[in-house]
């Protein structure tokens, strides 16, 4: 069966400092992976979304970057860290066929002081 | 730009009671799912709504699609606290399955 895991769960994070967050899917073959944030009380907001290795789109202008450099793992980072960047980002995987929902992970809680 | 609006944003209700949730969005899609979130978690799937007309049933929990409308709902039978959460819809925006479009989200409050 297919499972995702992202880390860390949580995170606090001064202003101005870098970020990385990781994913990873196992149990299938070039899905597609996704970063999602969501702010508190609030809905979700696509970051980025990759079909493959190295293929990357963002659908937000910001200080956010994604990268793909293995085809099951997907990271979320930044350079500098605003206290805008605080949320709940959530990493999703979607098998390819396309009639199959997102499926979730845990979520990391970033609070940036 | 495609817009999915839930309503209402929050619903505190009564166990026992029934009540609907409604799902609208803005362009022609024929993929919708619905996802459950409690307080500090992830986002889990209900229902995958494929065609139009397809209606999904899981416990107390129905779904249903009307793509000439543009409209989806969950209705909620004889509610228990359980199913105390924050649902939301999300809306395919290509047509083509790998983009979801989700709404601002429905926070359910069950008392007993």
């Known amino acids: 069966s297919q499972t995702i895991h992202q880390w860390p769960a949580t995170l606090v994070q001064p202003v101005g400092s870098p970020l990385s967050l990781e994913c990873t899917v196992e149990?299938?073959?070039?899905?597609?992976l996704y970063w999602y944030r969501q702010a508190a009380g609030r809905g979700l907001q696509l970051l980025f979304y990759?079909?493959?290795?190295?293929?990357i789109s963002s659908e937000v202008p910001q200080n956010l970057s994604a990268s793909r450099p293995q085809d099951r793992q997907f990271i979320l980072s930044s350079k500098k860290l605003l206290l805008s960047d605080s949320g709940f980002y959530l990493c999703?995987?979607?098998?390819?066929?396309?009639?199959?929902?997102?499926?979730f992970g845990n979520g990391t809680r970033l609070t940036v002081t | 730009e495609l817009k999915v609006e839930q309503n209402p944003l929050f619903l505190s209700m009564q166990e026992g009671k029934n009540y609907t949730i409604y799902c609208n969005y803005s362009?022609?899609?024929?993929?919708l799912y619905w996802y459950r979130q409690d307080p500090g978690k992830s986002l889990e799937s209900l229902f995958v709504l494929l065609s139009n007309g397809a209606v999904k049933q899981e416990g107390r929990l129905m779904a249903s699609l009307d793509t000439k409308a543009r409209l989806s709902t969950l209705h909620i039978t004889a509610a228990v606290h359980d199913l105390s959460a924050t649902y939301f819809c999300?809306?395919?925006?290509?047509?083509?399955?790998?983009?979801?479009?989700f709404g601002g989200g429905t926070r359910l409050m069950v008392k007993p």
């Open positions: 362009t022609t899609s024929d993929r």
């Open positions: 149990g299938t073959s070039n899905p597609n």
């Open positions: 990759s079909v493959g290795i190295g293929q």
């Open positions: 999703a995987w979607m098998e390819g066929s396309y009639n199959s929902p997102l499926h």
């Open positions: 999300a809306v395919d925006m290509n047509n083509a399955g790998n983009m979801l479009t």
